[in-house]
């Protein structure tokens, strides 16, 4: 029967999806590690990049700042800044320009009003509230999912909210590394090999967020079938 589909399926490809996560996220380091190693033409750093990126889109109210951490790059939407790492911000290489000019993309897909990020935007507050939830939900829901298959239910919904953001987060990260390769192209900001790393270097970091999407998909498909499972027992 459909309802008793085997959940250890659910579990192994849980496991198998988290070792992927871990590659992928062990191979953008290394490529992290190469393109920052690689000195651009131009010699800008990544703040120049992002200054004349932003510029060629007329925005001027977004300010460019330097962030803490590895790998902490990020545009925030609520005060409009394009947060970069230092080595993102002070770098010249061909991963400052690529980092920069994608969080860039964001920037202009915020200034453009670019629909799945303005939904992305909208649904943080609710995203933040299950995320905060969400763990000690799960834990109470796989301990008492036989005797109380609401709780089950209650996890899905939770865990669906979690699962609709990394999903919708996939078309606006995407969207902003094709925004950020165009813009070096056409601005001639990168060489024709500097631009194939910066292309390699973007590919992997959206590849990070696609097992993101698929893990949480996966689980949440795992605790739906163990409802219907749950359910049909009683």
């Known amino acids: 029967m459909f309802y008793n589909f085997d959940y250890q399926i659910y579990m192994f ?10 590659l992928v996220q062990s191979r953008l380091r290394s490529k992290f590690e190469q393109y920052a190693k690689m000195p651009i033409s131009k010699g800008w750093t990544g703040k120049e990049v992002a200054e004349r990126m932003l510029r060629y889109y007329n925005i001027f109210d977004v300010q460019i700042v330097q962030a803490d951490g590895f790998l902490s790059d990020h545009y925030n939407p609520g005060d409009k800044t394009v947060n970069l790492s230092s080595a993102i911000y002070q770098g010249q290489s061909i991963m400052s320009a690529a980092v920069a000019a994608h969080e860039c993309g964001h920037a202009v897909q915020h200034a453009q009003a670019y629909a799945a990020l303005t939904f992305r935007s909208a649904i943080v507050p609710v995203v933040n509230v299950a995320a905060s939830f969400q763990q000690y939900i799960l834990l109470g829901a796989f301990m008492l999912a036989n005797q109380f298959p609401s709780l089950l239910l209650i996890a899905i919904l939770v865990f669906g909210v979690t699962t609709l953001f990394s999903v919708v987060t996939l078309p606006v990260e995407f969207d902003a590394s094709n925004r950020a390769l165009a813009w070096l192209d056409e601005s001639r900001t990168l060489q024709p090999e500097e631009y194939k790393g910066a292309k390699d270097a973007l ?21 739906i079938f163990r409802f219907m499972g749950a359910r049909n027992r009683n």
């Open 13 to 22: 490809i849980g496991l198998a999806l988290g070792g992927v996560g871990m």
């Open 203 to 223: 590919w992997w970091a959206a590849m990070t967020y696609v097992v993101a999407a698929l893990s949480s998909v996966a689980q949440l498909l795992y605790l």
